[in-house]
């Protein structure tokens, strides 16, 4: 299987690292519009071929799958034209700027029978491995919210805001952890630039069953902070990724509650237990990633970070960016 990546900027270099590894696949051309990326190939992949034309890469009938690795206002129409070329494709995060785009190519995706697949990193890693394990083994027991915090002095992006940048990987671990359907969020935000880009900006996703996820974005922050918590009501996640090995930490943590009718109050019982540290996979989450990508396409299988997944980031991302511009408001996600 013949693979081309487009786009070989930060992100694209790690792909073009973890490609060029894969046992079941050859890594054949990687593209840039930026001629100067050549000689940066050739030390680090010194068997791809370089191109500067996306065109000439998607047309070549010699490439099986492609990989898209750009901006994100250029990612519907590369994996348009590829998917029209017969290529099987994978899309960096966040998959497209808009639902009604993630439906074309789904469409069209399975209209020609190819695999459209969306780099979630984060499933792919140990930690989120893990997490996913105790939740589903009931250890947790019922998961009342989930908190995330991504935020650092970042890369003001010149096309995106600050969620569409870093959120992604906070909904997708969301969605994957927890099986309910968001009902709808509310959004604030604020652009401390002049172009309208919001740079800091907060999210709350709301459930019907009472269970509520929040998110903290920012870069403009002067510590870099990714810290999850997912509280259940029988212990407690605490995933600091900024830890180099012990990212995850179980608290046996809850608390009892019971209503004193007569002074009708509710009253609180509070119950602290051992910490727990458990052994993660220290794999690449990057190879995985890719690894599955290859697999999906020689066994016809649906990938973990599949089109689904990119699509309901997206659901959640435009109706985050319809509450912004509204103060706030409570904004319906679509199912
Ligand atoms: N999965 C992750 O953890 C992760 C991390 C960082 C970035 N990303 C995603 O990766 C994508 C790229 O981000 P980045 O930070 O690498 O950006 P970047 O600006 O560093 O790299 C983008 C590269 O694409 C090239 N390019 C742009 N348009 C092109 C075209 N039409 N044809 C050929 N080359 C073109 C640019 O010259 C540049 O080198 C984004 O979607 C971003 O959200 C994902």
């Not at 519009?33 to 030390?43: A, F, G, H, P, Q």
């Not at 065109?55 to 799958?65: P, S, W």
């Not at 990633?289 to 435009?318: Q, T, W």
Request: proline share 3%.
């Amino acid at each position: 299987m013949n693979i081309g990546i487009i786009g070989f900027g930060y992100w694209g270099t790690n792909l073009v690292r973890n490609f060029a590894l894969q046992k079941d696949a050859d890594l054949k051309v990687v593209v840039d519009s930026r001629k100067e990326r050549e000689s940066v190939l050739t030390k680090l992949c010194p068997t791809a071929t370089f191109s500067t034309s996306a065109d000439e890469l998607i047309k070549n009938k010699d490439i099986d799958a492609v990989v898209i690795a750009t901006p994100v206002h250029t990612h519907f129409e590369l994996a348009k034209k590829s998917l029209e070329n017969d290529k099987h494709v994978l899309i960096e995060k966040p998959m497209v700027p808009s639902t009604e785009e993630a439906n074309i190519l789904i469409d069209l995706a399975n209209k020609k029978g190819k695999v459209l697949m969306v780099d979630h990193t984060f499933l792919y890693t140990g930690a989120v491995k893990k997490m996913k394990e105790l939740i589903d083994s009931g250890d947790i027991g019922n998961i009342k919210y989930f908190d995330s915090t991504r935020i650092n002095l970042g890369l003001f992006q010149p096309d995106i805001n600050v969620l569409w940048d870093l959120a992604p990987h906070d909904i997708s671990i969301l969605n994957y952890l927890i099986n309910e359907k968001p009902r709808s969020v509310q959004a604030t935000g604020v652009s401390h630039t002049n172009n309208g880009i919001e740079n800091i900006a907060y999210i709350n996703v709301n459930y019907d069953s009472g269970f509520m996820a929040h998110f903290s974005c920012s870069w403009t922050s002067p510590v870099k902070i990714r810290m999850m918590l997912i509280g259940g009501d029988k212990k407690m996640i605490v995933f600091n990724d900024v830890e180099p090995t012990e990212k995850i930490k179980v608290y046996d943590t809850g608390y009892d509650h019971k209503t004193d009718e007569e002074k009708k109050q509710v009253l609180v019982d509070y119950r602290t237990g051992d910490i727990f540290t458990p052994k993660l996979e220290t794999k690449e989450a990057l190879s995985g990633m890719a690894a599955d990508f290859i697999s999906a396409i020689k066994n016809n299988h649906s990938p973990l970070s599949d089109y689904n997944s990119g699509l309901e980031v997206i659901r959640i991302l435009e109706a985050t960016q319809i509450s912004i511009k509204n103060n706030g408001k409570e904004v319906l996600v679509k199912q």
